[in-house]
Nanobody
């Protein structure tokens, strides 16, 4: 069975930092495109950041300049460094990995990030 396993979530005060990790569990071809999404209570799931096979990154306007996505192709691992966290960043964060464009891809189980004093 192939799963994406996330870690690194937690409770932090405003202005704090967290680094999320997502690794592949099980044998699979290398992930070519990674993305991070989040879903806050009562809101739609929204994309946060993505990184292509070539290393090109994109960010939602709400996190631009504060979050950084990176990956390790050999280890099939993706990271999300989150700095200067704000209460509105509170959400469940999910990673997604795609091997071939147009396929369903794989999702992580989600990890809770709570920003509160």
């Amino acid at each position: 069975q192939v799963q994406l396993v996330e870690s690194g979530g937690g409770l932090v005060p405003p202005g704090g930092s967290l680094r999320l990790s997502c690794v592949v569990s099980g044998s699979i071809r290398s992930i070519n495109h990674w993305g991070w999404h989040r879903q806050a209570p009562g809101k739609e799931r929204e994309p946060v950041a993505s990184i292509t096979a070539g290393g090109s990154t994109t960010y939602a306007d709400s996190v631009q300049g504060r979050f950084t996505i990176s990956k390790n192709r050999v280890q099939n691992t993706v990271y999300l460094q989150m700095n200067n966290l704000k209460p509105e960043d509170t959400a469940v964060y999910y990673c997604r990995g795609v091997v071939v464009a147009g396929t369903a891809g794989y999702w992580g189980q989600g990890t809770q990030v709570t920003v509160s004093s």
